[in-house]
């Protein structure tokens, strides 16, 4: 039992490198969160932000509640370039009480996208019918496919990572659902920036999202010999 616990607690490094990966790794992960975290002050459509969104400043004077929960997720930007942050340069990528702090924060974000999709749901949106099929297949079909992945292989996935994961499928399923309802807005070029920008920075998220279910399944669980305890 003796050389177990040390054997155990001599790993306890290695356990915290895996959750924090590579230097380089994160690094190039916290470019495209560096620049998501100017898209709530940037114009989406018609000149407004995420950040005139969410303080109800539409033109119009139409600001709601769609709006406020539509352009929320955009500052999930800001708890992600903190999380790159500390596994660059912290001694731990996470604390318990952050984490469980930045699992409220996506599970409001995931209802708050959810509630979004409801009149496309059902079907007072007035959009196109396939704008309504991309927002729902999109919205829903992140969410779903991301929690039924991590609950599938929560035991190979650090609970650093998996907080990456709920990170990367809130953002990502409400930027999809944005993307595609504003993607016929008219105007110039910086009156719709943010959803230019927003419409090159998804495809790396996408990518860091698919690598982190990639990982889980590469992953092995550890196997620990009961004769030797």
């Keep these: 039992m003796e050389d177990h616990s040390m054997a155990t607690h001599g790993s306890r490094p ?25 898209v709530p002050f940037l114009p989406f459509a018609f000149d407004t932000s995420p950040w005139d969104a969410v303080t109800l400043r539409v033109p119009g004077n ?16 800001y708890p992600m370039i903190w999380l790159r942050l500390r596994a660059l340069f912290a001694a731990q990528p996470s604390t318990v009480v952050g984490r469980r702090i930045l699992w409220g924060v996506v599970g409001s974000s995931i209802l708050g996208t959810t509630l979004v999709q409801v009149p496309f749901l059902l079907h007072l949106a007035g959009t196109s019918e396939w704008q309504r099929l ?19 292989r929560r035991r190979h996935i650090t609970p650093t990572r998996a907080c990456l994961v709920g990170l990367d499928t809130a953002y ?3 930027a999809a659902l944005c993307l595609v309802v504003y993607s016929g807005a008219a ?3 910086w009156s719709k920036s943010g959803w230019l920008v927003s419409m090159v920075i998804v495809w790396p998220i996408v990518f860091e999202l698919i690598w982190h279910f990639v990982r889980s399944f590469r992953a092995q669980r550890p196997n620990i010999n009961p004769s030797k305890t």
């Design 187 to 189: 105007g110039n070029a």
């Design 134 to 152: 991309s927002v729902l297949s999109l919205g829903f079909g992140t969410v779903l496919t991301s929690l039924a992945i991590l609950f599938l």
């Design 172 to 174: 990502l399923a409400n």
């Design 14 to 38: 290695a356990r915290i490198e895996n959750e924090k990966g590579s230097t380089w790794s994160n690094a190039i992960a916290l470019l495209p969160w560096l620049i998501a975290g100017v």
């Design 62 to 77: 139409q600001g709601n509640w769609w709006h406020f929960l539509a352009g929320a997720p955009f500052f999930l930007a």
